[in-house]
Each structure stands twice: as structure tokens, then as C-alpha cells.
């Protein structure tokens, strides 16, 4: 008999051989800060999702941050984000000096809503931030049609489509993050993406404080290291078939869900899904989220928010019903590359007698 004596945890990277042999190796050099690793990690992400170049960072906020200023975005402008995601946006555009402009997601996708963006426009908007969450591309054909720099978020989100076009490949700069849980894992890390390579200089001159042309006050260390490069070269090798152990996992789900009171992950036409996260929104008139969680957790299996708090939240206004809707509704179920089938199955067995 299987008695359960373990949790499934909401998240675990997959690390290996290849990963403790890259450190190994890195750290038997001696080289340990941004090096060759670093260069050689930013020519391959840039290759992998569809772009000229790369400037890696120490963390997605900081990519972010960079991304704004290199726009030349500063204080009196406003940076429209969506409300459903973690502080990373709001925090960067805070902290470059400007003000985010805060709008609702679209109801199925999560995703930043097109619509709400056009009526945020003001004389100073000077970039929107699109997330695109959960691994499911933002509406980037309507987002591509408004009137400032758009800036891809691709912390959630690496290898899906939206037309066939590769996100990341569409706005004027696109970023990623590689914390410890993302799809593309080094630990931690970043980076900023352009096909433009005066924006990629003005990042490259603000991560770093020496080797510059001149002093200037907004540079800082921002470095990566080869160490954390390292990681991110290896698990960058395993990336295809990562996503494709998510989507079968995906379609477990989503079969053993057809029939069930919850709604789960919608896919509009065009777009392709890389479920960095599997959420499924819950009905109205059943349990909350707060409940489910604790009744999953009971059985070990950990499920999350997937965003702790909407920002309209944490800044008390309103005007963000879908987000509303997210964050009283939605559960983030465990999906990622080193689950087992016995621990996908588990997760199917219990999903099946919590749900109605
Ligand atoms: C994780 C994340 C970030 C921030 O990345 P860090 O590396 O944690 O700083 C930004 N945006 C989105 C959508 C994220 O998921």
C-alpha cells in the first residue's frame, strides 16, 4: 500500500549532474563573478527566445528597473501595469521615479487587458509592462498597437507563442527572471533583451560602477555571477523538454478537470501555454481558496495564491474586477518538470475527491 508520507511541494527546480559539474567546474577556475559563463548565458537566451542580445542581471525587479531607465523613462512619467502580479513591476517603475498607472487583467487569461491599457493613456504614459503570466502569452497583437515602448515580462514565461511570434520577440525590450522556482532556474538572475543595441548599452553602463566612461550616480552592481550563468547554461539544455513535461502534465490535469465545477486554464486562439503555472479558478458558490488550500494541504499536496496580492489591493483602490475575481478564486496546483507520474497521479486521486 502507497501511504502517503510526504508533501508535494508547490514547486521543486530539477537539478542534476549537469548543474553540479558547471559550478564544479566554474568554481575549480577560480573565476567566479560575471565572466565568460555570463557572456556565453546572454547569447544563448537571446538565441533562444529570438533576439540580438542580452545584458544579464542579478534579478528580474532589477531588469525591469534597467529596462525602464534605459527607455529614458523618469519622474513625472507613467509606466501603465496590470494589477494582477507580484510588486516586481510597480516596485521598478517606484523606483525609477515614475508612476505606475494600475489596470485590470482580462477575466480568462490573467493577462494584462489591451483595452484598459488604451484608456490608461495619458500624455504621460511612457511604457507598458506586460506580464505574461502563469506561461500563457499576453494579447501582444493588441498590445503591439498602443502608442509607447512596450516591455515584455518574461519572468512567467519562455518558449510559448502568441501568432506564432516567440514572446519576447515583440516588444521594444523584453526581460526574464531566473529565481529559483522560474521555468529557466539559476538561483537567481535576470535579464534585458533588445534587438536594439543602444538599449542594451545603456543597460550594460548601469549594472556595473567601474570600466565606465564616466561617473554616474544611477549605475550600481547589478552583476550576475558565472556561478549562478553556470546553472542557467545547464538547465537552459534541458529547457525543451522541461516544457514538454509540463504540457503533459497540463493534460493530465486538464482531462481529469473536464468534467468538474472549476475552470482551468483557458488557451485563446493563437496562443500556445508553457504552464509555468497550472491555476484553476474555483466556483462562487463552493469553498474558497483559503479552505481548498488547507483541505489539499492536509492530503500533502502544497498549492498557492498564484499572486499573493493583486497591487490594487495592497494600495486599497479599486476598478480591478477580474483581478478581484483572480484573487479570490484562483489556486495554483504543483506543475513542473521533476513531479512524478506517481505524484502527478496523487495529485489527480485527491484534486478528484476534493472537487465537485
Ligand atoms: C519573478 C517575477 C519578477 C521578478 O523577478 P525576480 O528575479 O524575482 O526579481 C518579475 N515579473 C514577474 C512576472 C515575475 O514572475
Known sequence: MN???????????????????????????????????????????????????????????????????????????????PSYVCPAPWLAVTRVGAKPRIVDIEPGSYNIDPEAVQKAMTGRTRAVIAPHLFGLPADLTRLQAVDVPLIEDCAQTLGATERSRPVGTVGRVTVCSFYATKLLCAGEGGMVLSNDPSILERVRLLRQYDETPSLNHAASNHKMSDLHAAVGLSQLRHLSAFLERRAWIAAEYNRALAEKDVAIPVVPPGRTHVYYRYVVQLPESGPTVGMMYSRLERQGIQCRKPVFRPLHRY???????????ADQRALSIPIYPAMTDDEVARVIHVLNEELK
Open 3 to 81: 501511504v502517503v508520507t510526504t508533501c508535494i511541494p508547490h514547486n521543486r527546480p530539477l537539478l542534476g549532474r549537469e548543474e553540479l559539474d558547471a559550478v564544479t567546474e566554474v568554481l575549480r577556475t577560480g573565476q567566479l563573478a560575471q565572466g565568460t559563463h555570463v557572456e556565453q548565458f546572454q547569447r544563448t537566451v537571446a538565441a533562444y527566445i529570438g533576439i540580438t542580445g542580452g545584458v544579464a542581471v542579478n534579478s528580474g525587479t532589477v531588469a525591469l528597473e534597467l529596462a525602464l531607465l534605459a527607455l529614458g523613462v523618469s519622474s513625472g512619467d507613467e509606466v501603465i501595469v
Open 315 to 325: 494600495l486599497e483602490s479599486g476598478g480591478c474586477p477580474a483581478s478581484d475575481a
